[in-house]
């Protein structure tokens, strides 16, 4: 008989020490393990939800905010990089300069894979400096953090390279991706084999927004969203309004995910959505209000568990 390993065994050393075991010890002699592909984790929203927490007292011990320029700002990066540093994680700030202030971009690489096929995932980290920034942009960058996080608890190890970002200054005209992508040498940039942006994940009166972007990013995320059985819609509030837009001017594929911003959602929107027609996908887009009572806890867990989804996906 043939011994059908379970979808998930590469997902846990201990089962690949069990199994290694199993076979070198001849008990299972003849088997040819069926190895498929690791599944994506489903991330805890909970998870997710903490580091919105963390980030929301953050800007309350900072005067309100996480801006760049602010001590909110590096606080929360300092806060991010300490995770991914404990998880494993290779981790580099870049510095740079805008209006005259420091600003700063947290690198994270996963060791392993094929460094010259690497997969990236970004969100921006900065808030603007009238509020917390939860929505925006405090849901992308936990989202992003929580799948590095579960990378490193899965020990996946994929066939490309894993590499994760938080960009500065995105508040102030896309400075940190911009200034990320500029600095890369051409080899670099053309070793970067998808970048996935997500700002604005978490709604409060949610749409489901997909980048209409490179063809194969995209499929991954509706093939996604068509298995949960929700409806999505392409991604108009503003083209070229998030940090995929440099990495996309220097020709890197890109994707991403948003729940829309100051935008109204229609009344065929809230028919396939729920919420409210004819309010703000965010009311407290930019404000001050935008803190953790400004997300929708089921916009946030699609969203976290299709950013896994199309991690795993686009890597193995
Ligand atoms: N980037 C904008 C911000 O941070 C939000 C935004 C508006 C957006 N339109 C978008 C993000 C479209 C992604 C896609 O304030
Ligand atoms: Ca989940
Ligand atoms: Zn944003």
Not at 58 to 86: C, E, F, M, Q, T
Not at 103 to 131: C, E, F, K, R
Request: glycine content about 12%.
């Amino acid at each position: 008989p043939t011994m059908k390993l379970s979808v998930s065994w590469r997902a846990s050393a201990a089962a690949v020490v069990a199994a290694a075991t199993l076979l070198t010890s001849g008990s299972i002699a003849g088997a040819a393990p069926d190895v498929e592909a690791a599944a994506a984790p489903d991330i805890p929203v909970a998870n997710v939800k903490a580091h919105l927490t963390q980030l929301q007292s953050i800007a309350k011990a900072n005067g309100g905010n996480r801006a760049h320029g602010r001590p909110g700002y590096k606080a929360s990066l300092d806060y991010v990089k300490a995770k991914l540093d404990a998880a494993g994680y290779t981790t580099a700030i870049q510095q740079f300069t805008s209006g005259g202030r420091t600003g700063y971009n947290l690198i994270a690489d996963w060791p392993g894979g094929d460094t010259n096929q690497v997969v990236m995932a970004g969100s921006h980290l900065d808030s603007v400096s009238s509020g917390p920034g939860i929505n925006d942009n405090g849901s992308g960058s936990s989202a992003v953090l929580e799948t590095a996080l579960a990378v490193s608890r899965a020990g996946y190890q994929p066939t490309k390279h894993l590499r994760f970002a938080w960009w500065g200054a995105e508040e102030l005209g896309l400075v940190g991706s911009r200034y990320y992508v500029n600095n890369l040498s051409s080899a670099n940039r053309a070793k970067i084999s998808g970048y996935l942006n997500f700002d604005m994940i978490g709604s409060p009166n949610p749409g489901y927004f997909v980048y209409d972007d490179d063809p194969a990013i995209e499929k991954t995320f509706k093939d996604y969203y068509a298995g949960l059985g929700v409806a999505t819609e392409i991604e108009t509030e503003g083209d070229g309004r998030s940090d995929h837009a440099p990495f996309k001017s220097a020709g890197v594929p890109v994707g991403g995910l948003f729940t829309g911003a100051s935008r109204t959602k229609t009344a065929a929107q809230a028919a396939k959505w729920g919420g409210t027609s004819g309010q703000s996908f965010d009311r407290c887009y930019h404000s001050s209000c935008d803190t953790t009572s400004n997300i929708n806890d089921t916009a946030l867990d699609r969203n976290s568990d299709a950013v896994a989804y199309a991690v795993w996906e686009l890597s193995e």
